[in-house]
């Protein structure tokens, strides 16, 4: 079962992807995402000029071999652009595997622990008002866990909140955007937003809220200790995460749980944390963090330490990667709970997918491999389309962690 051609396929039916194709001699393909949001064509120059030469003639059953050759064997390690190349054959590797036994990629690692994923929704409004109501409306639709952002009064972008009527989607075009940030603003304003939801919407519906890498560690103890509470499901990356020792703080001063590790491409990244009970949802996934086999060593390790999953699945994860996360999420036994960020329509025509979302879960279906195609000639009507995550600056023009 040698591969016999690796195509890279970078599309943009509404944003931007990159797609890995891997093809046997006997005609089997498997796909696997290697979309990196705002840095795409690093990635597929990864792959095509340094990965593909080496994996022409491998056999693709080899999947464990593969990923170690392609991590020990580039000597330069870990970090997001090569952890996604990796993450995408593994993934497509995993999807042939699948085809060849003609069973849906769950089965083949271990099979179902769960009837169907718990998902959660994005729900985000300019003034509370809105935010409210949007909370309302994918309660409405049916989901059990809704993730909440709302804007600050006095800053014009808030993390997580759209510009216009169309839903939110982090990456713009062109050049990236500036933002204005300030933490005294946001600090005064968000226990508000979730003391309004209690109110309104009970303690049956799961929040969460995510402080995208803003605050110091001292500062989300501070947020942690007001949203108690208010009992979130979660509050996810606090701090910006390349200081780890920093949760430990975090951990002193409040009992509201933390997640973390959107960002993170390794073991190695989410070791400290995981180890030393400093986080409750670990948010690595297939795409960032070297696809399926890498994503369930991490969930073991989590596993030994009370640590649950709470996969990223942002838009910018492709469908491919929804679905290998949703294979991911079904089998494994320390699953938390999955985001869910619906595609645009034309993204779902470009990748036909057998997952499904039914009233508040999901479930990747039963098709051999992941379940998830890419049309190819579709995909070619949408090239490339440069776009970038914005940036935020303080009010004295200091550049700030978006
Ligand atoms: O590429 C960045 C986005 O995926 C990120 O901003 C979304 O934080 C995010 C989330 O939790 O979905
Ligand atoms: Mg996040």
Redesign the pocket.
């Known amino acids: 079962m040698r591969i016999v051609d690796a195509q890279v396929i970078v599309c943009s039916p509404g944003r931007n992807f990159v797609t890995l194709k891997l093809v046997t001699e006997d005609g089997v393909h498997g796909l696997g995402d290697a979309t990196l ?2 840095r795409e064509l690093a990635v597929a120059s990864y792959l095509r000029d340094h990965v593909a030469p080496l994996l022409i003639g491998r056999d693709a059953r080899r999947i464990e071999d593969t990923w170690q050759y392609l991590y020990k064997g580039a000597y330069w390690r870990r970090g997001p652009v090569t952890m996604t190349a990796i993450g995408a054959v593994d993934t497509a590797l995993w999807d042939i595997l699948g085809k060849v036994a003609n069973l849906p990629v769950y089965q083949l690692l271990g099979g179902a622990s769960r009837e169907a994923v718990t998902v959660y929704a ?1 729900a985000n409004g300019r003034t509370l008002d809105d935010t409210v109501a949007a909370v309302g409306r994918q309660a409405e639709a049916g989901y059990t866990a809704v ?1 909440a952002q709302c804007g600050v009064p006095g800053l014009e972008h808030a ?2 909140i759209a510009t216009n009527d169309a839903p939110y989607e ?2 713009e075009k062109g050049l990236p955007p500036e933002t204005v940030w300030s933490t005294e603003r946001y600090l005064d304003f968000v226990p508000s937003v979730f003391d309004r939801l209690r109110r309104e919407l009970g303690f049956d519906l799961l929040l969460l809220h ?1 402080v ?1 890498h803003r605050l110091t560690p001292i500062e989300a103890g501070r947020l942690g200790r007001a949203l108690e509470p208010h009992a979130l499901f979660w509050m ?2 606090p701090v910006p995460a390349e200081h780890q020792e920093a949760y430990r703080i975090i951990r002193q001063h409040t009992t509201t749980p933390i997640a973390a590790g ?2 993170f491409n390794s073991i190695f990244d989410c070791q400290l944390l995981i180890q030393e009970g400093l986080i409750d949802y670990i ?1 690595a996934t297939v795409a960032h963090a070297g696809g399926i086999s890498h994503l369930r060593r991490i969930a073991g390790l989590a596993e030994l330490h009370h640590v649950r999953t709470g996969a ?6 492709s469908p491919i990667a929804m679905a290998a996360a949703l294979h991911f999420d079904l089998s494994v036994h320390n699953f938390g709970i999955q ?1 869910h ?1 619906p595609h645009t329509a034309d993204t779902d025509r470009v990748f036909p997918h057998a997952y499904r979302f039914e009233r508040g879960f999901m479930h990747p279906g039963e098709a051999p491999g992941l379940g998830v195609e890419i049309d190819q000639g579709l995909a070619a009507t949408f090239p490339y389309d440069r776009a970038y ?1 914005p940036v935020a600056r303080r009010g004295d023009g200091t550049l700030h962690s ?1």
């Open positions: 949001n705002g994005h993730r993390y997580g982090p990456a995510d995208h996810e990356d959107e960002v948010r990223h699945g942002a838009t910018d994860l985001e960020m995550l978006w």
